[in-house]
């Protein structure tokens, strides 16, 4: 992957960042960073930012969702305890700490939140790596209710662990879990507990441990650790459709399989982008699980990654990926 000389270095600190990073690659000719030639014509990078505005540096995010409705980023920064609210030009919006109570002396600490999205009421939805609840805030971060997914399915000794939010357009919302009970458990947008779809086990349908989770166009995506395939698809009444990519060393599987977002690059073509945390790459396929192309690899220029963490789409033409180790979010249009 060939990188112009203008590219901006990751060094410069704070705001000031941002604003030198998108002037550098105004000036820049565009950056094909995909391949084959059908996709690497197509894609740009736009825009780099490493803090949340205010010079405080990303550390650790894990997470991010891309509220089209508002034209915000939402960014789940556990290593800074916060969640960070970017415009579509990762231009900072708002900032907000996120804190959870301890189960022993019930006194606030400072969380880790995990993922987050949003509703069309404007509430965040999110989970944190220190609790078992799901939380819902309003706009400024102002705690509103607590699920507790336990007692949603109706059994207090069970130790539920949320992992994983995916929101549709009807404001069902979709948790991975993990602990006592590893499926995905749908909820109307009330946040009462609809249904349940796949279970732990050793089947083509079953799963291990969930990494990531995605709905699109009623179809549910969710990536696994452990088991094979490594990304399934259900539609969203739990029926299991197919599923692809292994954990082994072929071009087309996927070692830490740790975000997914889907893009539709032409009117009807729908790909499926999945970042791999360990090989330093997205790896694209197409509708029915063939595998396409990488885009990226290890490194520190635009357009490679250190441990990618996830994927955001905004429309049908901007990618944000976020790294966790890079400590920064880069904006690709896709045109």
Wanted: proline content about 4%; some cysteine; glycine content about 10%.
């Amino acid at each position: 992957m060939n990188l112009p000389a203008c590219s901006p270095n990751n060094s410069t600190p704070g705001l000031l960042a941002t604003l030198i990073i998108s002037a550098a690659l105004t000036a820049c000719p565009p950056l094909a960073i995909a391949q084959p030639a059908n996709l690497e014509e197509r894609i740009t990078i736009t825009e780099i930012a490493f803090d949340d505005g205010w010079q405080t540096k990303f550390r650790g995010a894990s997470a991010l969702f891309a509220d089209e409705r508002a034209g915000e980023l939402f960014v789940a920064d556990g290593g800074n305890s916060r969640i960070v609210i970017l415009d579509e030009k990762l231009q900072s919006k708002f900032v907000f700490d996120h804190y959870v109570a301890d189960p022993r002396t019930g006194r606030s600490l400072k969380g880790e939140p995990r993922d987050v999205v949003v509703n069309s009421r404007g509430e965040i939805i999110l989970v944190d790596n220190l609790t078992n609840q799901i939380e819902v805030l309003d706009f400024r971060g102002k705690l509103l209710e607590i699920v507790e997914p336990n007692k949603l399915y109706g059994d207090t000794t069970l130790t539920i662990k949320p992992q994983r939010l995916a929101i549709d357009r009807s404001d069902r919302l979709y948790v991975a879990t993990g602990g006592d009970l590893i499926t995905i458990m749908v909820l109307d947008d009330y946040y009462s507990l609809e249904r349940t779809i796949g279970k732990r086990g050793s089947g083509e349908e079953d799963f291990n441990t969930i990494l990531t989770l995605q709905v699109h166009d009623g179809r549910i995506y969710a990536t696994d650790l452990y088991a094979q395939p490594a990304v399934k698809v259900f539609d969203t009444s739990g029926a299991y459709l197919f599923g692809f990519g292994g954990h082994d060393v072929e071009r087309d599987d996927l070692s830490f399989p740790s975000g997914l977002a889907i893009l539709e690059v032409d009117p009807g073509v729908v790909t499926i982008w999945v970042a791999d945390g360990l090989r330093q790459v997205i790896k694209v396929y197409d509708d029915s699980g063939e595998f396409l192309q990488t885009v990226g690899g290890f490194g520190f220029r635009p357009g490679e990654f250190r441990y990618p963490a996830d994927l955001a789409v905004q429309g049908d033409s901007v990618i944000y990926i976020v790294e966790r180790v890079g400590n920064r979010i880069q904006r690709f249009d896709f045109k």
